[in-house]
């Protein structure tokens, strides 16, 4: 095994990291990779059963992903989830563009009451539907988006003068529930411009898997960018399980996940995602490339799952034992947030909680950076003055 690469400078120095789980809103549960299962299709119940499975065995925060497929609308989704989760926190994906900020701010605050504080928001900044625009175009709207969102949580009016959006309105309907700067953000991209944002914006930056020594150059460069604006971040790693008993066990049940595979159907599912074409994606691809005959970029990390998925393409494989020991290197390279998923969602959601989730050291982030307040925080929607 390689030496651990060195951790940047992050915010969160404590070595207790965020555990999240991943809920399939996008049309992407499967048993066999590529084979659509009715029992498995992203129906409201079988979202919901996902999202309560793991907030019942502890898991802190869970993603709700956005994508134009059938599926859940995220935004609808966690309002719904709000209302029958206990403790998880909802990641609530948004498509910075989609919806006019203003009123997406209302909305966000809306939840944030709703959830008490339990709203975390991952920025996405692809293509509309049916859309098309450059990438610096793209993260300029994204990063107006932001410092909307973020005036309306901290101050008493909104007013902005940006190349996309002007506004000049009071800051009332869209005070968050959450303190000190409001919900955190979660968010990643790895080009030029993808960088920029994250660096002056982002909370925690999240990564797609790759080899160690590509996420510790790239957890590098954007610590030395937010250091640039007097900022540090934390770093985070959406990345896949196939968690088994033995080493032989877990590499048969990632064969078996292909077993049925169509490469033709599997590229026509890949690429109907809106990020498909993303350099995240596609730097993915070509480290599968490079991959030795059985898919592995490097031990226990398998690439199979990107032919025929968009986004995170690669999985931890292992025993217990060899898991939590890779999230050990991780943790000590710097990360502090997973994001985990595995196929099918509920079954490997328990087989990861029953062998290895208890022997991490986990912490809720929004709790630990002070946003999720201790009472009842004062806002018009709660014990502050109606006007």
Known sequence: MNPIPKAPIIRSE????????????????????????????????????????????????????????????TLTF??????????????????CGEIHPPM?????????????????????????PGTVKDSKT???????VIQILQQ???????????KHYQFDLTSDPVKSYQENGGPLLYFGGISPDARALCAEFCDV??????????????????SERAATFGRKIDFGLRIHLIVRDTENEAKEAAK??????????????????????????????????????????????????????????????GTPEQVYDKIQRYIQMGIRAFIFSGYPLIEESKLFAKKVLPQIKTVNFAEAQGRKPKGIPITPLTIGERK
């Not at 966690?78 to 498509?95: D, E, G, P, V």
């Not at 970029?297 to 968009?310: D, H, N, V, Y």
Request: with cysteine; proline share 2%.
């Open 14 to 73: 404590d070595n207790s990291v965020e555990v999240a789980w991943f809920c399939d809103l996008c049309n992407g549960d499967y048993e066999f990779l590529g084979v659509p299962d009715g029992n498995l299709r992203s129906s409201f119940e079988h979202c919901s059963d996902i999202i309560r499975t793991a907030d019942e065995l502890g898991y802190q925060n869970i993603l709700l992903p956005s994508s134009y497929q059938t599926g859940q609308d």
């Open 205 to 222: 930056f999240l990564m797609w898997p790759e080899t160690e020594e590509r996420l510790a150059d790239t957890m590098k460069d954007l």
């Open 138 to 144: 793209r993260y300029e709207i994204s990063k107006e």
């Open 256 to 317: 078996r996940l292909l077993s049925k595979i169509d490469m033709d159907r599997a590229n026509d599912i890949k690429h109907r995602a809106l990020d498909s074409n993303s350099a995240g994606v596609l730097r993915q691809d070509e480290l599968r490339k490079q991959a030795n005959s059985d898919l592995f970029i490097e031990p226990m990390i398998w690439s199979g799952i990107g032919l025929a998925r968009s986004g995170c393409g690669s999985a931890i494989v």
């Open 104 to 128: 997406l701010a209302r909305t966000l605050s809306t939840l944030d009451h709703m959830l008490k504080g339990r709203l975390n928001i991952n920025i996405i900044s692809s293509d509309l």
């Open 152 to 162: 309306g949580w901290t101050k008493d009016h909104i007013k902005f003068e940006g």
């Open 78 to 95: 966690a309002a719904a989830a709000s209302q029958f989760t206990k403790q998880i926190s909802l990641l609530t994906a948004i498509r």
